[in-house]
């Protein structure tokens, strides 16, 4: 089991930056495949971007690609988002999610733990 905690949202403005942190508990976080899912209101989550247990593969849904970059340090349990170039179309709630798989899914339905979501606001 891992608890997940995210920080790092805020306001930005359009073409700015922005990082995101999610730390994970437990001894076991490496053997975590882990993820950031975006949600608007009323829409579903959707998956932004995914790494593997060791980092070696990762997903990016095409939208993101070239701006945002996930990265994982599992001597500190935590992973990040570097959000680039911001637009105002990516102002959502960002949710980080874990699976105890080796591959990584863009669905949310195969995750099991989700952090609380931390709120990114890119204003035009």
């Known amino acids: 089991q891992v608890q997940l905690v995210e920080s790092g949202g805020g306001l930005v403005q359009a073409g700015g930056s922005l990082r995101l942190s999610c730390a994970g508990s437990?001894?076991?976080?490496?053997?975590?495949?882990m993820a950031w899912f975006r949600q608007g209101p009323g829409k579903e989550r959707e998956c932004v971007v995914g790494?593997?247990?060791?980092?070696?593969?990762?997903y990016y849904v095409d939208s993101v690609k070239g701006r945002f970059k996930i990265s994982r340090d599992n001597a500190k349990n935590t992973v990040y988002l570097q959000m680039a170039s911001l637009k105002a179309k990516n102002t959502d709630v960002y949710y980080c999610a874990a699976r105890q798989y080796v591959s990584i899914s863009s669905s949310q339905k195969d995750y099991k733990y989700w952090g609380q979501g931390t709120k990114v606001t890119v204003s035009s």
């Open positions: 437990g001894r076991t976080f490496s053997l975590y495949t």
């Open positions: 790494i593997s247990w060791g980092g070696g593969s990762t």
